[in-house]
Structures are given as structure tokens and as C-alpha cells.
């Protein structure tokens, strides 16, 4: 998933992000929870019905992808990396390699009617090549859908705030907790304006995670149980999870923004 432009880095450098992601994905075959119905119209809901819809930054397609597929015209993932690839391509849903220079696919103008980017944008070294690509990609009056967490959420501005700190997802922490993937961080503002400038019309912010008041304990360190104890235990009601609805930009835990190519 992760681009990395050719001013960013060495010249013989550009095969270790694809290398990276190629051990990322080889090393996470299981990923946590297939999606359910209500999850996918929640996220996805503009795409549905689509005839033909790219998946920009796929992976190895698990959690959403299956179900994807049902509700679509035709499905193509398309990836940096190459064991992520041969995972989701198939002879009816073909694959497409990311360039890692600028954020390219070997696709023509206007070939989807319906462009998807889930937790991607958080990966890449130039989310502005990717954005203008998926709108280069779309057709007149096509639709993307992308998500990416939240910077701006309550819990984070804390963390910021007290701990000068930002929240970091490494994938193996006990052997190395700086390698965390993330290497963006984008509020509702920035995201918005992200595929404003990228050429989107009719661009949205809205959540579609499940945000939890007490995840405000985390920027406070060990009281981060609390957060935890409230998920498994407390109703939606109690931890006020409607206000991510109300005033996403503050909180909800993850972001989806909404935009169109205009016809």
C-alpha cells in the first residue's frame, strides 16, 4: 500500500517498499473480522450497485472484499505489493501493480465508475499523487470512497496535548515499538481538503467506526484499561458512540470521506 515517490528516497531504494509490504502482508495472512452487511452499506453505501469499482491499496482483500464483490458489476484490486496481489487477483477480478514513483496504475482515464481506498492514505509518502490518480481513474461523475483514522479524534488531541505523543500502530511493538506503519495523519479538515485539491466536487466527511467516550482515558497512558473495559462491557448508548455521528471531526475514532468526479 505505501508509495514512495522517487524524490523521497534513493534510487535503489524503490524495491524495499514493495519488499516492506510484501513481508507486511506475508506475515498478517489472517486479519481480524469479516465485515457484515450492515458494516459494508455503512461504509461503502455510494459504491454499492456500481458497475465497475477499483480497490486501491487491497491488500490481501480480507475483511470487506467477499462481500464487495456481491455488490458490484466487476471488482479490481490494486496493491504495491506483489504477494498481496496474487492473493485478490483472479481471472474475472483482475489486479493492478501501484507504481511506487507516482502513485500509478497501468489503467486508462475513466476506467471505473466507482474508486475505493480503505486505511490506505495514512500509508503513503505522497497521499496527493494517489488522490489526483483515483480521480484520474474515475469517470465523469464517479465516486470515491475513502477512510483513514482519525487524527483530530478526542482521545489523540489528549495524547498530543499531555504526552507530545501521536498514536502509533506498530506491528510487532515487544520487539520494536517505533516501527509503526502509519506515517500520516490526517483530521476531517485535512483529509476533506486532501481530494478537494485533487480535483473531487461534493467532497463529505462522515464515521463509520465505533467510537467510544471513555477512548479520551488513552491519552492518559496505563488508564487506557478503561477504554478498554467500556468497549467489551458498556452498550453503545453509555459510551455516547452517537456523537461520532453528530461531530465526527472530534469523535470519531475513524474517518470516511465521500467525493465525486464532476461529470
Not at 467506526?209 to 478503561?226: E, H, N, W
Not at 458512540?241 to 461531530?247: A, E, M, S, T
Request: include cysteine; proline fraction near 6%.
Amino acid at each position: 500500500m505505501a508509495l514512495t515517490p522517487s524524490s523521497a528516497v534513493p534510487k535503489d531504494a524503490h524495491m524495499s517498499v514493495e519488499t516492506i509490504y510484501d513481508d507486511y502482508w506475508t506475515k498478517r495472512r489472517r486479519v481480524s473480522g469479516e465485515w457484515d452487511l450492515c458494516r459494508l452499506q455503512r461504509v461503502f453505501g455510494p459504491l454499492l450497485g456500481s458497475e465497475k469499482v477499483l480497490d486501491y491499496g487491497c491488500g490481501i482483500g480480507t475483511t470487506y472484499r467477499s462481500l464487495l464483490i456481491s455488490k458490484v458489476g466487476s471488482y479490481s484490486g490494486a496493491d504495491v505489493s506483489q504477494v498481496a496481489l496474487k492473493t485478490v487477483t483472479t481471472a474475472n477480478q483482475p489486479g493492478f501493480s501501484i507504481n511506487p514513483d507516482d502513485s500509478s496504475i497501468p489503467a486508462a482515464s475513466g476506467s471505473f465508475d466507482g474508486v475505493c481506498s480503505i486505511e490506505v492514505f495514512e500509508h503513503l509518502f505522497d497521499p496527493l499523487a494517489a488522490a489526483r490518480e483515483l480521480f484520474r481513474l474515475l469517470q465523469p461523475g464517479g465516486t470515491l470512497v475513502a477512510t483513514v483514522p482519525n487524527f483530530g479524534y478526542h482521545a489523540w488531541r489528549l495524547m498530543a496535548l499531555i504526552r507530545a505523543q501521536v498514536p502509533a500502530e506498530p506491528e510487532r511493538p515487544q520487539e520494536n515499538r517505533y516501527n509503526g506503519v502509519h506515517i500520516r495523519f490526517f483530521s476531517a479538515a485535512t483529509f476533506r481538503r486532501l481530494f478537494q485539491d485533487a480535483g473531487f466536487v461534493d467532497v463529505t466527511i462522515s464515521s463509520f467506526d465505533d467510537s467510544s467516550i471513555f477512548d479520551v482515558t488513552r491519552g492518559f497512558g496505563p488508564f487506557a484499561k478503561i477504554s478498554d473495559l467500556a468497549r467489551a462491557h458498556l452498550p453503545a448508548a453509555l459510551q455516547l458512540r452517537f456523537l461520532q455521528d453528530v461531530w465526527p471531526a472530534l469523535f470519531a475514532y475513524r474517518i470516511r470521506v465521500v467525493a465525486v468526479k464532476a461529470g
